[in-house]
């Protein structure tokens, strides 16, 4: 148990349909991301949110849009999938925001986009 | 272009075998290197880091690095590998405020 917490943890979804992923930290962190993890592939720094403020968003379609309502929850709202979108999502958070911090993973939403 | 490379996707060793896993980096500065492992079903969990003094760090689980500027190298090592080891293990820099950059990743399968 990390102290990061991601709901659901399987996720099926239509093109057309429109979902939320839901991630929560019980650190006291400031710093939370979203990476997506696809077969054979690095680790994809999807975006980072400190202090509530999106610092970093790396080239991510619009059809991904992320909401930090407060520095315990992440959400990653996603609305007209493709099927290449199907893969791990992760959340991570961190004392403060960047690469020279520990991060801390949450067990993932296992997306598939039908 | 900063990168981190594992050149081994999968490895296979007995069980009671060493191990070692291979990571190298590209990157200008002294960089902060982290190894982390994930398990069937879960998110990553890390195992060490080494941000800078001795050049051999230990982790959890038995495991330790070496970071060896020479070679851009950053491997992990486990003398006596057990049936539980078996996971996925990543190879990260920190390259700056924002941004880690993980490597694809290192499947580790236990023999009996």
């Known amino acids: 148990e990390t102290g990061v917490t991601q709901t659901p943890r399987h996720l099926v979804m239509g093109m057309t349909n429109k979902k939320s992923l839901k991630c929560e930290q019980h650190?006291?962190?400031?710093?939370m991301y979203w990476y997506k993890q696809s077969a054979k592939k690095p680790l994809e720094l999807m975006f980072v949110?400190?202090?509530?403020?999106?610092?970093e968003n790396n080239s991510v379609p619009s059809r991904f849009s992320p909401e930090c309502p407060n520095s315990s929850h992440l959400f990653l709202h996603l609305h007209t999938l493709q099927p290449e979108d199907s893969a791990l999502y992760l959340c991570a958070s961190s004392q403060t925001s960047g690469g020279l911090n520990e991060q801390f993973f949450g067990p993932g939403t296992r997306l598939t986009v039908l | 272009a900063q990168s981190v490379t594992q050149p081994d996707i999968h490895i296979t060793v007995s069980e009671g075998a060493s191990l070692e896993l291979r990571c190298n980096y590209s990157y200008g500065a002294t960089p902060y290197l982290f190894w982390y492992v994930q398990s069937p079903g879960q998110g990553l969990q890390l195992l060490l880091k080494y941000f800078s003094g001795d050049t051999l760090v230990q982790g959890i689980k038995g495991f330790e690095a070496e970071f060896k500027r020479s070679q851009s190298s950053f491997n992990l090592r486990k003398p006596s590998v057990h049936w539980s080891d078996a996971a996925e293990y990543f190879c990260a820099v920190g390259i700056n405020n924002n941004d880690m950059r993980f490597g694809a990743g290192t499947r580790l399968t236990v023999k009996p």
């Open positions: 949110y400190s202090l509530e403020e999106r610092v």
């Open positions: 650190l006291g962190h400031n710093a």
